[in-house]
């Protein structure tokens, strides 16, 4: 199918042992009511960057250390940025990060602190890629791309192993999707594993990258909007290697949401579930409560859905749920 092999997810999996969290999966009761199936939500919150994106950078990171490496560079959204800086210094290397004037200062400021140089460069993530990939040429960093990497994929990858060994008898599994980094590894180790069970990618309605060039039957470009999914913005790069043939072959469906939907996911995380969720980790749930997920009368078998991380400028949350809280005593 790929490069990619089960031995090479099993052998990220020890790689970043100790380095990254095996993740609860727990039930939500609330969640299986409407659902009318057991649910449950692989928290990836907990993870020391707020988001599973470390699971990718480790990975990588480590395989790079160990070939002599000492400097880092990469382009995104906030979350593997933080991801990659954290690795970074647990290693002892050194990181840059390259990212768009669009993504939240909340996100840019926690690269900083985590010691690596943020680069603002750009409107989008292209630019920031562009940016990455100049430092590689002219200053002699590694790259390292945010999902259309093998080791990056199969540290996300990681996930689905640990899904399949929590609940063998999962049925259908619910990602974000963005670049594909995180679908494409879980659903490779999970069908790899578990060969039935079914797979959906939830993203916005606006600016989704991966769903037009899904639809255009190749890579193509799609125009950046502001969304409360920020985490799932930008381009899956115009000759993207990995992520785009694995999602098209992987995925069983593709589920776009609105805005008020991405809204309500986040306002039902933490009031029913106690979850402070950033929208992108919210959309599986939104998904979900929209009656999205393929109505079904009768039992059906256990639901997982990714909740990818947690970083989200509190200030938003707050807006979030207030306007919420608002509408139901209006
Ligand atoms: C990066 C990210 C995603 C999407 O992952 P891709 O590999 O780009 O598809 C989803 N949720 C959060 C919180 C993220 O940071």
Redesign the pocket.
Known sequence: MSDLSLADVYRARRRIEGRVLRTPLVASPALSAVANAPVYLKL?TVQPTG???LR?ATNALVRLAEAGCTRVVTAS????GRAVAHAAHALGIEAAVCMSSLVPSNKVEAVRALGAHAHIIGKSQDDAQREAQRLVREEGYAYVP??DHLDVIAG?ATIGIEIAEDLPDVEQIV???????????IAFAAKQIAPAVRLTGVTMERGAA?HASLAAGRPVLVDEVETL?D??G?GIGLDNQH?FSLTRQLIDEVVLLDEPSIARGIVHAYEDEHLVL?G??AVGIAALLAGRLGDSPVARGPIVLIV??A?IDMNQHRRIVGEALQGATA
Request: net charge negative; hydrophobic share 35%; no cysteine.
């Open positions: 990836e988001s599973f994106k990718g959204t906030g979350n593997h945010p999902f996300q990602v974000p999707l963005s670049g594909g980094g995180l679908f494409a590894g991966m999914a985490s799932l930008g992520t950033e992108a980790a990818t991380g970083n």
